[in-house]
């Protein structure tokens, strides 16, 4: 049995904590054939926040600067769940130390970033991964295998969106997430990269889009110490920072494969508070996806006889490996967590392995590119190629 000793960067954040549960959890479910994973250091910059780790991860070195982790040579893995603008140089940092890294979404600000990052991972010869855990919940495995085998025929359409309404309220307070600075590409690399995760895992490669980027809430406040959703209560005295980057974001795409795609996603999306859904149209049947009911596909065959044909429900269930390894019986619901106990446990089995998976960096490059080509896109205001 292979033990990896992993830092976790942003260890105090909702990702830092997540990961962290996750490395500790998921022998419980996969066991320990395929590697055991140790947090050995919880890397936290707010030294407030940073109080309660050391009960998190017993005998973990609790540290602020990500430097040290990187030259600790007891790391194996590198976790980062940084904010974004930190991913590229801290990535960077790690592969170039020999460490294997993971790294929460988007990978990097720019596909050139991502592309360098993927580069040096190939030449170092570690492991990488990049969070998009959404689709690693097993009813997308379902709705891949029913893609692959030629059920639905040739993919004509793909249809998804992804909406929050973390800002939908005008005062929700300003955070990293609306600075360009810290989140150069906002909504696009935040919540249009999952949507982008599960184009290239259902679909494949995006080949051209057109993108319309929006701001709705152009002044936020700036209001320490509030949780998501909670409501501000304003004293009149608040500093008001502009929203540097996209709050949502239409598009229009074309796949490599002929398919079209129909996508958009914002985090102001007055009571909406997560939604997530695909529709996939083929030339022999469709599939369709909601959150709202996170373990179920709906299918739709031309083959069933005229009179009968509707979409059917499949709740995934233990019939599904992954599935199985969790509950016994189907519509128990897999939700967030255990997506990314399910990403973990495939990080550590793919280092001890040494066996890339999906989605590494390479992929994490590709999603890139499309976050590009939404930013130039909506910028120049015309169709952009993706190369
Ligand atoms: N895969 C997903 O579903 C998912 C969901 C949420 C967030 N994310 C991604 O995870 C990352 C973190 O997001 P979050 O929501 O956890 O953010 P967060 O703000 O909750 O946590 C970030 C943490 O990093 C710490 N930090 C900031 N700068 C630091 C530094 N230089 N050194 C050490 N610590 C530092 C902060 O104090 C904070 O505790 C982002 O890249 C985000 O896009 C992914």
Redesign the pocket.
Known sequence: MTEIKVAV????????KVHTMAYQTFPHFFGCEGGTARVTAL????KD?AKDLAFRAPGAKIL?D?NAAIADPETDLIDI????S??YEVAKAALLAGKHVYC???LADTAVEAQELANIAREKGVITRV????PRNPVHDLAKEIITSGEIGEIQLFKACQHIDMYGDPLAPFM?RADGQLAPTGIVG?TGS?VFSFMEFLVGKVSSLIADNFIVTPKRPVVHGLAYGEQTVLTGTEEWRDVTNPDGTNILCRFENGARGIVDFSRVATGRKFVQTYEVYGTKGSLRYTYDEVNRLRFYTNDDRTGRRGFREIDVGPENETFRKFLPLPNFALGYNESKIIEIAEVIRSIVANRPMWPNFETGHHICQIVDACMDSSRLRQWVDIN
């Open positions: 960067l942003g260890a105090s954040g909702w990702m830092g890397v936290e910059a707010n926040a602020q990500w769940c940084l904010p974004d930190l991913h929460e979404k988007p969070g998009h855990a959404f990293w935040d999952h």
